[in-house]
């Protein structure tokens, strides 16, 4: 959990902007999808804090997860990864850049990284 909390605090500080809105966001996505209860989150959350303080580097991440993950749980992954850059309805240039960037460290075809964008939009639009 740490791993993907890690990876989506990234993807939520790449444009110099990391406020509540993506706060909140990552806690829903790792209590609802990861069924982690209050205090685990909380707890998997400053623990990755911690770590992008650290300046833990993309390619570290996405080949742990690469190889405890599945590639069908990879791209559900990737789609919380788009519901956290899409969440405050504009894509700047970093966040388009490191979404293309994890797209190949994760070994995704464009249309996978397209059908979890649609996906990440869809949630958004339905429960924001």
């Known amino acids: 959990a740490v791993l993907i909390s890690s990876l989506m605090i990234e993807c939520a500080k790449v444009d110099d902007s990391f406020d509540q809105k993506e706060h909140e966001l990552i806690k829903n ?11 685990e ?6 623990e990755s804090l911690k770590l992008s303080s650290e300046s833990v580097e993309l390619y570290s991440l996405t080949k742990d997860i690469r190889e405890n993950f599945s590639k069908d ?10 519901k956290i850059i899409l969440v405050d309805n504009k894509i700047d240039d970093f966040e388009y850049s490191i979404m293309t960037k994890l797209t190949g460290l994760f070994h995704l075809t464009g ?5 979890a964008k649609r996906n990440a939009e869809s949630y958004l639009n339905n429960n924001i």
């Open 41 to 46: 989150t909380e707890n998997c959350f400053t």
């Open 29 to 39: 996505l790792l209590k609802q999808k990861l069924h982690l209860t209050d205090e």
């Open 111 to 115: 249309k996978e990284s397209a059908e």
């Open 73 to 82: 749980e990879i791209i559900i992954i990737f789609e919380y990864l788009w």
